[in-house]
């Protein structure tokens, strides 16, 4: 039977962690709930220490009554609640109300996460106190001269937005030591001793309060025209002194409680910041208080270093203070990088000699009333707090606490969640607050934790139910020193009742599987720094099942007894393997783009050269070409499979190149060709970039050849056969010629062969005969002498 309702129950994390007291089980998880019945269900309830811990619906199916489940839930409970304003000047003026509600509290249990709403409205006419904040050195002299009429001028302007303004002035140059001002006796006087452009000057000073807030605006004026500016050695001026004087001194600048406070900081340079005032020697940091003396002056400005940016957001916000920093177009981006750190600050551009500086403060009044943004006041470091805006156009923003381009009277909205990450000891409150920069209203939130059950208002010491040997608490028994058992029965040592078998898992196996004790029938299993050792014989343990990088069961499962139970969508011996198919789905909408399968959540290309996330790059797939056609006659031509622009621009990423000619000398790029519609050819190239993104080069049009002309054809027809003809004719001369010329030369050849000529022929004789005229004169005489005789 408690095999079965094991079963039943399921394995979770609530049984898995071994909880022995109602307190130990609702830390485990805010799922978790606490059964106190003492009688239902002996054999789930008693004999097994974890298994009164569980899920409140599998409590119920096993027996346990709705009304003994412990399972406390986080709640809020709205304390204060007053209405919005609408207005805020008039009779109602202090009782003006822009936050709501106004105080609540919360009672969180770790990791049950509960929420409430906040609404702000800015409202109209409210009252404004502007400090103006001027930079006397040299530099600002035409500034100067500029304001002197500034708070009639200033006072008119207001008007239009606030019916009840304030105006007050002060005065800042800088340290008056050296190296930041002139400190040479000649100097102490007249800084601007022998500085020929303008030779007097006063005095350098850190801070002066000249004028307190004030509704009468003339003297204003009056202060101003007094001024005379100084000057200082370096070109930093010690502003942010000033600053945090103008901010903490509330009582002495007038600051009233029910009203806009803006600060105005007007100058042409640079401020020195925390540490500056080392080169001094000035090493105490400073302390955020107040130090104006009778004078109105600021008397520590030469004992302390300048303030920090942290220092100077801190008081700003805690003295509801927007500042507006109005400097000169040079200096514009350091002072919106200040903007960034301080939290309610602006920055305007400030014209060379002020001229701009009504139209200045009026353009960033309007944008201070047209943003509420939340801030968080002493925030526990246990607690999580997220945030979702609802501006005036309706929409949820998660993650924004801030809302802009509002007007004046909107009322916009902020859901705020928060929940705890651990108990507290006992009895622990904590607060915070939360308010709208540069507001006075704030939300007062209060907060408890539901650390302890509510069953241990009833807990009885030496109770019966107990066999009057330990304290009853929570439906179960902590038995005093010496005693054992689901009702502390049994006492330790007593042989009579101790059955060694009932504890072990089999004939042979060790007592309680070496891990435990074997007392009044029952494992007590050894308590381990690894995790928890349960089960009826100490059998099981929530850390010895398989890691994945050091992760027990890769974190996607439950370790129960050695073997991970993976949760929905893992599986694995690790669990270290998902299901889950979606990462695998190509933009085609086929698994791994049809060339590989999804093992672990991870395509695994099998297809040779296929690679990519889901193996949708593949250069030498026989259907690459296929499947960028598709792309390229979508994006180009607008025809296609893909030709409706939205599926195209899903479907076809990859960067296009049209040019007039492809280059196909590159080994890495694959030439495709398809023929268009109108029997053209389109050609372009795919390749893979370094930074794995898919390059088609492609032809800016497809190449289509043009009908050939009768004529041309004709022509070129009769010109080819009287080519050919002639062609013809001139090789067979060229054969003739080649042909007499080899048979005279064989001629001449067997002339030169013979041995005689016809002129040295022996058979042959002359007909004539020649001899000289002596020859033929003594063969005459020869003749008539023979003839005498």
Same mark, same amino acid.
């Given at each position: 039977?408690?095999?079965?309702?094991? @079963?039943? %129950?399921?394995?979770?994390?609530?049984?898995?962690?071994?909880?022995? &007291?109602?307190?130990?089980?609702?830390?485990?998880?805010?799922?978790?709930?606490?059964?106190?019945?003492?009688?239902?269900?002996?054999?789930?309830?008693?004999?097994?220490?974890?298994?009164?811990?569980?899920?409140?619906?599998?409590?119920?199916?096993?027996?346990?009554?709705?009304?003994?489940?412990?399972?406390?839930?986080?709640?809020?409970?709205?304390?204060?609640?007053?209405? @919005?304003s609408s207005k805020g000047s008039g009779s109602t003026q202090y009782d003006v109300i822009q936050i709501q509600p106004q105080k609540i509290s919360l009672s969180l249990r770790p990791g049950d996460q509960t929420s409430f709403e906040v609404q702000v409205r800015p409202v109209e006419d409210y009252p404004v106190d502007l400090y103006y904040l001027m930079d006397l050195s040299l530099s600002m002299k035409d500034d100067l001269d500029t304001i002197? #009429?500034?708070?009639?001028?200033?006072?008119?302007?207001?008007?239009?937005?606030?019916?009840?303004?304030?105006?007050?002035?002060?005065?800042?140059?800088?340290?008056?030591?050296?190296?930041?001002?002139?400190?040479?006796?000649?100097?102490?006087? #007249?800084?601007?001793?022998?500085?020929?452009?303008?030779?007097?000057?006063?005095?350098?000073?850190?801070?002066?309060?000249?004028?307190?807030?004030?509704?009468?605006?003339?003297?204003?004026?009056?202060?101003?025209?007094?001024?005379?500016?100084?000057?200082?050695?370096?070109?930093?001026?010690?502003?942010?002194?000033?600053?945090?004087?103008?901010?903490?001194?509330?009582?002495?600048?007038?600051?009233?409680?029910?009203?806009?406070?803006?600060?105005?900081?007007?100058?042409?340079?640079?401020?020195?910041?925390?540490?500056?005032?080392? @080169?001094?020697?000035?090493?105490?940091?400073?302390?955020?208080?107040?130090? @104006?003396?009778?004078?109105?002056?600021?008397?520590?400005?030469?004992?302390?270093?300048?303030?920090?940016?942290?220092?100077?957001?801190?008081?700003?916000?805690?003295?509801?203070?927007?500042?507006?920093?109005?400097?000169?177009?040079?200096?514009?981006?350091?002072?919106?990088?200040?903007?960034?750190?301080?939290?309610?600050?602006?920055?305007?551009?400030?014209?060379?000699?002020?001229?701009?500086?009504?139209?200045?403060? !009026?353009?960033?009044?309007?944008?201070?009333?047209?943003?509420?943004?939340?801030?968080?006041? =002493?925030?526990?470091?246990?607690?999580?707090?997220?945030?979702?805006?609802?501006?005036?156009?309706?929409?949820?923003?998660?993650?924004?606490?801030?809302?802009?381009?509002?007007?004046?009277?909107?009322?916009?909205?902020?859901?705020?969640?928060?929940?705890?990450?651990?108990?507290?000891?006992?009895?622990?409150?904590?607060?915070?607050?939360?308010?709208? !920069?540069?507001?006075?209203?704030?939300?007062?939130?209060?907060?408890?934790?539901?650390?302890?059950?509510?069953? $241990?208002?009833?807990?009885?010491?030496?109770?019966?139910?107990?066999? &009057?040997?330990?304290?009853?608490?929570?439906?179960?028994?902590?038995?005093?020193?010496?005693?054992?058992?689901?009702?502390?029965?049994?006492?330790?040592?007593?042989?009579?009742?101790? #059955?060694?078998?009932?504890?072990? *898992?089999?004939?042979?196996?060790?007592?309680?599987?070496?891990?435990?004790?074997?007392?009044?029938?029952?494992?007590?299993?050894?308590? %381990?720094?690894?995790?928890?050792?349960?089960?009826?014989?100490?059998?099981?343990?929530?850390?010895?099942?398989?890691?994945?990088?050091?992760?027990?069961?890769?974190?996607?499962?439950?370790?129960?007894?050695?073997?991970?139970?993976?949760?929905?969508?893992?599986?694995?011996?690790?669990?270290?393997?998902?299901?889950?198919?979606?990462?695998?789905? %190509?933009?085609?909408?086929?698994?791994?783009?049809?060339?590989?399968?999804?093992?672990?959540?991870?395509?695994?290309?099998?297809?040779?050269?296929?690679?990519?996330? $889901?193996?949708?790059?593949?250069? /030498?797939?026989?259907?690459?070409?296929?499947?960028?056609?598709?792309?390229? *006659?979508?994006?180009?031509?607008?025809?296609?499979?893909?030709?409706?622009?939205?599926?195209?621009?899903?479907?076809?990423?990859? +960067?296009?190149?049209? /040019?007039?000619?492809?280059?196909?000398? =590159?080994?890495?790029?694959?030439?495709?060709?398809?023929?268009?519609?109108? =029997?053209?050819?389109?050609?372009? /190239?795919? &390749?893979?970039?370094?930074?794995?993104?898919?390059?088609?080069?492609?032809?800016?049009?497809?190449?289509?050849?043009?009908?050939?002309?009768?004529?041309?054809?004709?022509?070129?027809?009769?010109? &080819?056969?009287?080519?050919?003809?002639? !062609?013809?004719?001139?090789?067979?001369?060229?054969?003739?010629?080649?042909?007499?010329?080899?048979?005279?030369?064989?001629?001449?050849?067997?002339?030169?062969?013979?041995?005689? +000529?016809?002129?040295?022929?022996?058979?042959?004789?002359?007909?004539?005969?020649?001899?000289?005229?002596?020859?033929?004169?003594?063969?005459?005489?020869?003749?008539?002498?023979?003839?005498?005789?």
């Amino acid at each position: 039977m408690l095999f079965v309702l094991f @079963l039943e %129950s399921g394995l979770n994390v609530c049984m898995s962690g071994s909880a022995t &007291s109602c307190e130990e089980c609702l830390l485990i998880s805010p799922n978790c709930a606490w059964c106190l019945m003492l009688r239902c269900c002996f054999m789930t309830f008693q004999k097994t220490l974890t298994s009164r811990c569980d899920l409140s619906q599998n409590l119920l199916k096993r027996g346990c009554e709705a009304r003994f489940i412990e399972n406390p839930r986080s709640v809020s409970s709205i304390l204060k609640n007053k209405p @919005l304003s609408s207005k805020g000047s008039g009779s109602t003026q202090y009782d003006v109300i822009q936050i709501q509600p106004q105080k609540i509290s919360l009672s969180l249990r770790p990791g049950d996460q509960t929420s409430f709403e906040v609404q702000v409205r800015p409202v109209e006419d409210y009252p404004v106190d502007l400090y103006y904040l001027m930079d006397l050195s040299l530099s600002m002299k035409d500034d100067l001269d500029t304001i002197r #009429n500034l708070g009639t001028k200033l006072a008119e302007e207001m008007k239009k937005l606030t019916s009840n303004f304030r105006l007050g002035f002060g005065t800042f140059v800088d340290k008056n030591m050296s190296p930041f001002s002139y400190t040479a006796p000649k100097y102490q006087e #007249n800084p601007c001793n022998g500085y020929k452009p303008f030779p007097n000057c006063v005095p350098s000073f850190g801070f002066r309060n000249l004028l307190s807030l004030t509704d009468k605006v003339d003297r204003f004026n009056e202060e101003v025209q007094k001024q005379m500016v100084s000057r200082n050695r370096d070109a930093p001026e010690g502003g942010f002194d000033a600053i945090l004087q103008a901010a903490v001194c509330k009582e002495r600048i007038g600051w009233r409680k029910e009203a806009y406070h803006l600060l105005v900081f007007a100058t042409d340079d640079v401020p020195h910041l925390a540490l500056d005032g080392k @080169l001094a020697g000035l090493v105490q940091p400073h302390d955020g208080q107040c130090h @104006l003396n009778e004078k109105n002056e600021y008397s520590a400005s030469t004992k302390m270093d300048y303030p920090s940016l942290a220092l100077l957001g801190e008081k700003l916000a805690e003295n509801n203070i927007f500042l507006i920093f109005a400097v000169t177009k040079r200096h514009y981006v350091l002072y919106k990088n200040f903007t960034a750190l301080i939290p309610g600050t602006t920055v305007e551009i400030l014209d060379q000699s002020s001229k701009n500086i009504i139209q200045l403060i !009026v353009t960033a009044y309007n944008n201070i009333r047209s943003k509420v943004e939340l801030s968080v006041w =002493d925030h526990p470091e246990d607690l999580n707090l997220a945030f979702t805006a609802t501006c005036q156009d309706g929409q949820s923003l998660s993650g924004l606490r801030k809302c802009a381009d509002l007007k004046i009277g909107d009322t916009v909205s902020f859901d705020i969640s928060v929940d705890a990450r651990s108990c507290p000891p006992s009895g622990t409150q904590k607060s915070f607050t939360i308010k709208p !920069v540069g507001f006075k209203d704030r939300l007062e939130v209060s907060v408890d934790y539901r650390c302890d059950c509510g069953c $241990t208002r009833y807990t009885q010491t030496n109770s019966s139910r107990c066999s &009057s040997s330990g304290t009853y608490a929570c439906g179960t028994c902590h038995c005093e020193s010496g005693y054992r058992g689901a009702h502390c029965e049994c006492e330790e040592g007593d042989a009579g009742s101790l #059955n060694l078998s009932a504890c072990r *898992e089999a004939e042979g196996k060790q007592v309680c599987s070496g891990r435990g004790e074997c007392s009044c029938n029952q494992c007590w299993c050894y308590e %381990s720094e690894f995790g928890k050792i349960y089960g009826t014989f100490c059998e099981c343990d929530d850390f010895s099942c398989a890691r994945h990088k050091g992760i027990l069961c890769s974190g996607h499962g439950d370790c129960h007894c050695g073997e991970c139970k993976c949760h929905a969508g893992y599986i694995g011996d690790n669990c270290n393997c998902s299901t889950e198919t979606a990462p695998c789905v %190509s933009e085609d909408g086929r698994i791994c783009s049809g060339r590989g399968s999804c093992v672990c959540g991870r395509c695994q290309c099998t297809e040779p050269g296929a690679f990519g996330d $889901t193996c949708e790059k593949c250069p /030498t797939c026989p259907d690459a070409c296929a499947t960028k056609r598709e792309c390229i *006659e979508c994006r180009l031509f607008n025809t296609g499979k893909f030709a409706d622009n939205h599926t195209c621009q899903r479907m076809c990423k990859d +960067e296009i190149i049209t /040019t007039e000619t492809l280059n196909t000398d =590159d080994p890495s790029t694959v030439l495709c060709l398809y023929k268009t519609e109108n =029997d053209c050819v389109m050609k372009f /190239t795919y &390749s893979e970039h370094a930074s794995g993104q898919s390059v088609l080069t492609a032809l800016r049009e497809p190449e289509c050849a043009s009908a050939p002309d009768a004529l041309t054809v004709l022509l070129a027809v009769v010109g &080819s056969i009287l080519l050919v003809g002639i !062609v013809l004719l001139a090789i067979w001369k060229l054969v003739i010629t080649i042909h007499d010329r080899r048979e005279f030369a064989r001629f001449q050849s067997a002339r030169s062969r013979a041995r005689y +000529e016809m002129a040295s022929n022996p058979l042959y004789k002359q007909p004539i005969s020649t001899h000289p005229v002596e020859t033929v004169f003594q063969m005459y005489s020869k003749s008539y002498n023979g003839g005498v005789h």
